[in-house]
């Protein structure tokens, strides 16, 4: 019995659907079905392997002169700290430095496989080794994939060194990961940027839930049978520092000698840190609320100006990701 026949639906012609449309890719991967402590049953990803499988960090740090970019100082605390959370969610991470918008675009399609790397010619492979790649690539046994982008940006977009644009909307990153591998698995993105230079209006919450603003004020920052069909935008989580419009922030401790190092970098990655380092539970969905949490709290007040940020995270992802 097909489903048009079960549910009484008209089968559209072939001619008349829409070539436009979502495409639909099938898939066979069952989701793990396990009890919480309030004993509701949760669906989460598989996730098997060890590791898990490839974690891709792009920390763009110094911009070229033509860019007007200023050098991102402090981010070499932020590396350190994605490089130390994803492999302790047992990720191989890559860490690539420094890459304009073409060479990030070509850094995804190296590591999931759509150019290979004893392919290319001998001076791009030395440029690539260079910048830390030596041809890890996702693998069919990998459960998932991260990456993490880290740089100056605007709305919708990271810049690379040169400022050329580098797409982060769940439409570019659904292109990029095209992958035969990574269908109908996680594959969730970090990206610690400002996205525009609004700047977050605080709020105060009262214990009956009521708020009011603060003066806003301008600043400086940073079912088939067992066929399942779903679509290319499926089984993606992008996290963003900042909602659309607005700056994040990193605190600076290159130039503040009463700061430690440990309190130096982004407000964002600082707080993902503290999440997944201290949290027992590793689900993505509450980490991601917790990394909301901390972030929207923070507040500092910067000569008269009162500076905030919030998180923003986009999901397609069809269970939840327990790590």
């Not at 709305?155 to 769940?170: A, M, N, P, Q, T």
């Not at 840190?273 to 609320?289: D, G, N, R, Y």
Request: net charge negative.
């Amino acid at each position: 019995e097909t489903l048009e026949e079960k549910f009484g639906v008209p089968r559209l012609p072939q001619e008349e659907v829409s070539s436009h449309g979502p495409s639909e890719i099938a898939l066979d991967l069952k989701p793990e079905v396990y009890t919480d402590g309030l004993g509701t049953c949760v669906q989460r990803y598989q996730m098997k392997s060890k590791p898990h499988g490839i974690a891709l960090v792009i920390s763009n740090t110094k911009f070229s002169e033509g860019s007007r970019l200023t050098t991102r100082e402090s981010a070499l605390v932020d590396e350190e700290r994605a490089t130390t959370i994803f492999e302790a969610l047992h990720y191989t991470v890559v860490l690539l430095k420094n890459l304009t918008a073409a060479q990030m675009k070509e850094a995804f399609q190296l590591v999931v496989g759509e150019k290979k790397f004893d392919t290319l010619s001998q001076d791009t492979q030395e440029f690539w080794k260079g910048r830390g790649y030596h041809g890890a690539t996702v693998t069919k046994g990998n459960d998932s994939f991260i990456c993490c982008l880290m740089s100056h940006g605007g709305k919708g977009v990271v810049y690379g060194i040169d400022r050329s644009c580098f797409g982060i909307e769940l439409d570019s990153f659904s292109k990029l990961l095209k992958c035969q591998h990574l269908t109908g698995k996680p594959k969730m993105a970090f990206i610690q940027c400002c996205q525009g230079e609004s700047t977050a209006t605080p709020v105060v919450v009262e214990e009956d839930g009521s708020f009011h603003l603060f003066e806003h004020k301008s600043v400086h920052g940073d079912d088939r049978g067992s066929v399942v069909t779903i679509t290319e935008k499926s089984d993606f989580c992008i996290s963003y520092a900042s909602v659309w419009n607005e700056k994040s922030y990193r605190y600076c401790y290159d130039h503040d000698p009463v700061m430690h190092r440990e309190q130096g970098g982004s407000w964002y990655m600082h707080a993902l840190h503290e999440a997944i380092t201290t949290m027992p539970v590793k689900s993505i969905l509450s980490l991601i609320t917790v990394v909301n949490r901390l972030v929207t709290e923070k507040e500092v007040v910067d000569k008269g100006n009162v500076l905030k940020q919030c998180p923003v995270v986009q999901s397609t992802l069809r269970y939840d990701v327990h790590f």
